[in-house]
Structures are given as structure tokens and as C-alpha cells.
């Protein structure tokens, strides 16, 4: 799947994989648990394009996080002008600037296995 960003987060989310049963993913830096996104209302673009940088990039390193900036769009903007207001986007900028990776965990819904439905060619990211 050739994978077309947008400078809307809208237009980008249509493109993530699914994340049908995905309970939540967890993030750590240092084997420490720093966050979870959980598959929930306010939660779930998040969800997805954190499931997306997984399955294409494997970690959350700076090459991950500026494409995280890159796909959170016109809410990149906000997040910088109000930090604290997005903390999902704030994690992506404290990357960005400190170089410090997290990697993530995938915890699927007790009845789900994980997708792979979903192409995984890295060709444009």
C-alpha cells in the first residue's frame, strides 16, 4: 500500500492500519513504563498512528517521532503552541529533542489475534 501523507491528520488516519482489536499500547524508554494508549474515544487516532510508526519502523527513535510529527498534521502545530494539551503529539516532540527512543508494545483484546491484513511496504514513509 502506497501510503499518501497529508497536511491533514483526517486524510492520514484513513490510510493507517486497522486497529480492530487492539486493547492498548504501551510505551517504555529504558524498560520503564512511560505511557499507554488506550483503544478508547479520544484515544483512538492516537492509537493508530502510534500502531502505524510500530508496524512500519518497529521503535519510537527520532526517524519515527519526525514521522509522527509529520502524519499528526495540523495537530503537530497545536501540541507545539499548547504544550500539555496533547500529550501523545508532546511524546513525539520530547523525542525529537532529547534523541531518547521508546519502544512500544502491542496488547491485544483477550479474543484477538493480532492483523495482518494490512501491507507493511515501507517504500514511502
Avoid at 513504563?33 to 519510537?60: C, P, R, V, W
Avoid at 508532546?90 to 483484546?109: F, S, V, W
Wanted: net charge negative; charged share 25%; glycine share 6%.
Amino acid at each position: 500500500m502506497l501510503f499518501k501523507t497529508s497536511s491533514i491528520f483526517k486524510e492520514n488516519l484513513e490510510q493507517f492500519p486497522s486497529i480492530e482489536g487492539i486493547e492498548k499500547i504501551e510505551l517504555y524508554q529504558d524498560d520503564v513504563l512511560q505511557g499507554t494508549i488506550e483503544n478508547i474515544d479520544g484515544q483512538k487516532g492516537s492509537l493508530a498512528l502510534y500502531h502505524y510508526l510500530f508496524k512500519t519502523m518497529g521503535t519510537l527513535d527520532l526517524a519515527a517521532a519526525r514521522r509522527g510529527l509529520e502524519l499528526f498534521a495540523e495537530h503537530t502545530s497545536a501540541a507545539r503552541a499548547t504544550p500539555g494539551a496533547h500529550p501523545n503529539i508532546d511524546r513525539l516532540i520530547l523525542i525529537e529533542a532529547t534523541h531518547k527512543p521508546m519502544t512500544m508494545t502491542i496488547i491485544y483484546n483477550a479474543d484477538a489475534a493480532p492483523t495482518t491484513t494490512w501491507d507493511d511496504d515501507r517504500e514511502e514513509q
